[in-house]
């Protein structure tokens, strides 16, 4: 679609521009951006001079359509997506079936195809059936379309089959994503090993659990040079051993979530399952580390975190209760407030923790900046607008969330994929 956007104050790669410019769109890719762009017969939107980003990118939002329609689809996730300001979506490579071949990468394509949705990219698992005992068809998925190999939030035990995979991913140039859960020590956790814990009278999950995998995945990162991405970081010392290895040329990214550098494993207290999260929330001085993380690039990418469940398997026993928070929604709402109100972050910093990072780790070479030539994926926002979080609200599926009632700051006014007005809250 051809459009041209009008007094545009535009922030892309941690830069903001010092004036207004206008961006002329044509066939979905950005056509020229520069000042009193005249063009005839072409949709304009006016931007008001407020911020314009380019569209955030999750990189590793946990999406369930095959077999799990009814916690969120498509749709659902397009919608909730392109409210939240995302207009790049990945599907989880644990859904069913497994993403594990060519043909299922094909199906989620099919999917997808013909729907006026945000971009939506298929990761495919490591191994066969994610059972973690056999190496999946790795490269027939790359070659169909997957931007990454992920372990679907279950680690792999045997070091030897981990090693071999990190190995064959070089020759395909792929990002690999790691959770940070040894089974062992995390067998039955729920929450965070620490007072809380012991307070409820739950198993917990410690923090040596995330250390020891992340020390693994950074030694066999370090011999096999393969480029490894580690999922939703969430302990001091897991934040103090990646940036140790960054300094020492580790080829070695990380995330983490909202939740995880704004909630502390206080808000399980009274058995509150909506703060029911895997990895778990954790503590005080760890909500420092991710903050410092953020700051000296440590940690490279602010997903979402969403992972969908029903309302009804969240609201029972705790030991019981689904993990899962919704995200997308608020995943701006929560940042913005915290990181940017509150805290000594710009919204410079966004573009690139939930932007140009996600679009460079991902290989999405076209996406994550408003730059000529680029993909016309762009949101149009408002930083300063205050409002309540009401859960009810969410176009998710998953209508629960730990920061029910909570004032926040920050709207998306407009979504725009590809050239094409996705959202417009007017």
Same mark, same amino acid.
């Given at each position: 679609m051809d459009l041209l956007i009008k007094n545009a104050k535009i922030v892309s790669n941690g830069i903001m521009e010092k004036e207004c410019k206008d961006i002329y769109i044509e066939n979905g890719v950005i056509k020229n951006i520069d000042k009193n762009i005249n063009v005839e017969n072409i949709k304009i939107l006016d931007a008001k001079n407020n911020l314009v980003l380019p569209g955030f990118i999750d990189i590793e939002c946990r999406i369930f359509e095959n077999g799990y329609e009814s916690k969120e689809n498509v749709i659902k996730l397009s919608q909730a997506g392109s409210k939240g300001g995302f207009t790049t979506i990945t599907t989880s490579s644990s859904a069913k079936p497994i993403v594990d071949n060519k043909t299922v990468v094909e199906y989620i394509h099919s999917k997808c195809k013909g729907i006026n949705n945000i971009n939506l990219y298929p990761i495919g698992n490591m191994t066969k059936g994610g059972e973690g005992k056999e190496i999946a068809e790795i490269g027939e998925m790359i070659l169909t379309g997957v931007v990454a190999i992920s372990d679907g939030g279950v680690p792999i035990e045997d070091?030897?089959?981990?090693?071999?995979?990190?190995?064959?991913?070089?020759?395909?140039? %792929?990002?690999?994503?790691?959770?940070?859960?040894? *089974?062992?020590?995390?067998?039955?956790?729920?929450?965070?090993?620490?007072?809380?814990?012991?307070?409820?009278?739950?198993?917990?999950?410690?923090?040596?659990?995330?250390?020891?995998?992340?020390?693994?995945?950074?030694?066999?990162?370090?011999?096999t040079g393969a480029k490894? *991405? #580690?999922?939703?970081?969430?302990?001091?010392?897991? %934040?103090?051993?990646?940036?140790?290895?960054?300094?020492?040329?580790?080829?070695?990214t990380c995330s983490t979530a909202p939740h995880y550098f704004t909630l502390t494993d206080s808000a399980i207290d009274n058995y509150n399952t909506l703060a029911k999260v895997m990895p778990p929330l954790r503590e005080e001085e760890d909500i420092i580390a991710i903050k410092e993380g953020l700051k000296d690039g440590?940690?490279?990418?602010?997903?979402?975190? *969403?992972?969908?469940?029903?309302?009804e398997k969240k609201v029972m026993e705790f030991e019981r209760a689904d993990f899962g928070i919704s995200g997308l929604d608020?995943?701006?709402?929560?940042?913005?407030?915290?990181?940017?109100?509150e805290g000594d972050f710009s919204i410079e910093d966004?573009?690139?923790?939930?932007?140009?990072?996600?679009? @460079? #780790?991902?290989?999405?070479?076209?996406?994550?900046?408003?730059?000529?030539?680029?993909?016309?994926?762009? /949101?149009? #926002?408002?930083?300063?607008?205050? @409002?309540?979080?009401?859960?009810?609200?969410? %176009?998710?599926?998953?209508?629960?969330?730990?920061?029910?009632?909570?004032?926040?700051?920050?709207?998306?006014?407009?979504? /725009?994929?590809?050239?094409?007005?996705?959202?417009?809250?007017?």
């Open positions: 070091t030897s089959l981990l090693r071999d995979i990190f190995l064959y991913s070089k020759m395909f140039d %792929v990002t690999l994503m790691t959770t940070l859960i040894e *089974h062992n020590l995390s067998k039955n956790g729920t929450v965070n090993y620490g007072y809380m814990a012991t307070k409820l009278g739950l198993i917990g999950i410690p923090r040596e659990a995330e250390e020891i995998e992340t020390s693994k995945n950074i030694i066999l990162a370090k011999y490894v *991405h #580690i999922s939703y970081v969430t302990t001091k010392g897991a %934040v103090e051993l990646i940036r140790s290895a960054k300094k020492e040329g580790v080829n070695i440590t940690i490279d990418i602010i997903a979402s975190g *969403h992972s969908p469940s029903l309302y608020v995943a701006f709402n929560i940042t913005n407030t915290k990181l940017i109100k966004i573009t690139l923790f939930m932007s140009k990072n996600p679009a @460079k #780790i991902l290989g999405l070479n076209n996406k994550g900046e408003i730059k000529q030539g680029y993909d016309a994926d762009i /949101i149009i #926002i408002d930083k300063d607008t205050k @409002k309540t979080i009401k859960s009810s609200e969410f %176009v998710s599926r998953a209508k629960y969330s730990p920061y029910e009632n909570m004032t926040v700051f920050g709207d998306i006014l407009t979504t /725009i994929v590809g050239g094409n007005i996705l959202y417009n809250k007017e």
